[in-house]
């Protein structure tokens, strides 16, 4: 599924792109990610390391040759009896050997059902760590731009503040000049410096978050920004497309990653079943082996009366075989069945995480498509709500001039446009957070979708 309800967004965004300084935007700060975030290559390193358990499991069904070696030296002396003519005799026997020995053996395997089901599942858990690490870019694209609108945010934030500050600061002197010549009360005044220093302390915790801000932003792209793009005022709103959330859901139960890992889950502990039961079942091999034995050493008698004898014991053999072994398990001690059992409970448990993790998308699916439609009427009645203030903030100022209105009143309307402005300014990031989202939970979330976005960020502001 594509995401075409954005198409006529971004040739309005095209069409509003300013030439100003260079700004980092929202794929840079994607591309620069992919190259620093510590999690995605994690993740990478994560799948590498998976993808080696195909050729391990592979490898125990080709031949496997080894090859065997040893020396002995041997001396040995005791005292032997023996009879003779003369009748029973005695004699202190000496003897002294060398051994080397080697084989060579090459095994085959015939059957083994373990090994195949091993395959299988090998096949199932490298399959699994790309879908995981495809979930792992999503989540990537997520978080970098979550970042990058947080920046966004803290400075819009800022802006305000710094202005209503600004304001403030201009409403306190006159407020000052004004009592000076006796037009106020000294309430009036006190009113105002309280709000003087409310606002600049507003000022100090905006740039406190606005830092921060900007540190989340580099723990992943591993940059520091200085400018960045944002939207305008006059960004599109675009509803999803197909609309409602079945269409969206579908497409969410046949491609979301989580998903498809958890499928996949279910079918790595099928396999594991197949492997525990496998001990119960006969393996066949082909073994072909041959060894070489050489003996060589003297052997020595020694007779008080008779004096000493020795004779050479030497000894060479050479042994080849090719034998079918088969191997009968019978009795474990219980572990196969354990195993088996303890297989089975797993591949339970993989069936009730694949259920709820089904359950999670169908409900995180629709969740983050009434997000996109509810943001789109939050992001028009909050700009509403900016001019609102803006025209209630001037025809409070007009009646305090004309001494209708206290300076209280024009405080709290100055407070409520800053609130707007704020809470507007937030709610577009959301409605393209959301946005993201609802690709993510529908597995179509990719580098397109960046494009596609930032090709939305037409403003550059500096962040400070």
């Known amino acids: ?81 023996f009879f003779t003519s003369g009748g029973l005799a005695s004699a202190n026997v000496e003897s002294t050997s060398n051994t080397k020995q080697w084989a060579l053996q090459l095994r085959q395997t015939v059957f083994h059902w373990e090994q195949f089901a091993a395959i299988r599942q090998a096949n199932a858990q490298v399959a699994q760590a790309e879908v995981d690490y495809n979930a792992a870019r999503q989540s990537l694209i997520v978080r970098t731009a979550a970042a990058y609108f947080g920046v966004l945010a803290a400075q819009d934030t800022l802006e305000a503040a710094q202005a209503a500050h600004e304001a403030i600061s201009h409403q306190l002197e006159q407020a000052e000049k004004r009592f000076e010549v006796g037009l106020i009360a000294i309430t009036d005044v006190e009113e105002a410096r309280a709000a003087n220093d409310q606002s600049a302390a507003t000022v100090i915790a905006s740039k406190r978050t606005l830092a921060t801000a900007r540190d989340q932003l580099r ?60 001990g119960h079942l006969p393996s066949l091999d082909l073994i072909a082996r041959e ?66 993790v089904a359950r999670a998308t169908e409900r995180g699916t629709r969740d983050a498509y009434l997000g996109v439609i509810s943001e789109i009427s939050r992001v028009k009645a909050l700009r509403q709500g900016v001019e609102s203030s803006k ?56 580098d397109k979708s960046v494009d596609r976005l930032n090709a939305l960020l037409d403003r550059t502001v500096t962040v400070r």
């Open 1 to 81: 599924m594509t995401c075409i309800w954005l198409r006529a967004a971004i040739v309005a965004g095209l069409g509003l792109t300013g030439a100003g300084a260079h700004a980092t935007d929202l794929a840079e700060a994607y591309h620069r990610a992919q190259r620093s975030d510590p999690q995605l290559r994690e993740a990478d390193a994560t799948r590498l390391a998976i993808r080696e358990a195909r050729p391990q499991a592979f490898a125990a069904l080709l031949p496997q040759l080894q090859a065997t070696g040893g020396y002995t030296h041997d001396t040995a002396t005791g005292l032997s009896n």
């Open 219 to 278: 723990e992943v792209t591993g940059d520091s920004v200085e400018m960045l793009s944002r939207p305008s005022d006059s960004m599109p709103l675009v509803a999803p497309e197909p609309v409602g959330e079945d269409p969206w859901v579908r497409a969410a139960l046949d491609q979301n990653l989580a998903l498809s890992s958890a499928r996949i889950g279910a079918e790595i502990a099928r396999e594991s079943v197949n492997v525990a039961q496998a």
């Open 291 to 356: 060894s070489n034995n050489d003996v060589s050493g003297t052997t020595s008698l020694f007779d008080p009366t008779a004096g000493s004898l020795s004779f050479p014991a030497n000894s060479s053999s050479r042994d080849k075989q090719i034998s079918l072994q088969l191997t009968v398990p019978l009795f474990s001690g219980g572990a196969v069945s354990s195993r088996v059992r303890q297989a089975s409970y797993q591949h339970r448990a993989a069936h009730e995480r694949l259920e709820r």
């Open 391 to 446: 025209t209630a903030l001037n025809a409070t100022e007009a009646g305090y001039e004309v001494g209708t209105r206290t300076s209280v009143d024009v405080l709290l309307a100055r407070q409520r446009l800053f609130d707007a402005q704020t809470t507007y300014a937030r709610s577009r990031y959301d409605y393209l957070l959301n946005v993201l989202a609802l690709e993510q939970e529908a597995g179509t979330l990719d």
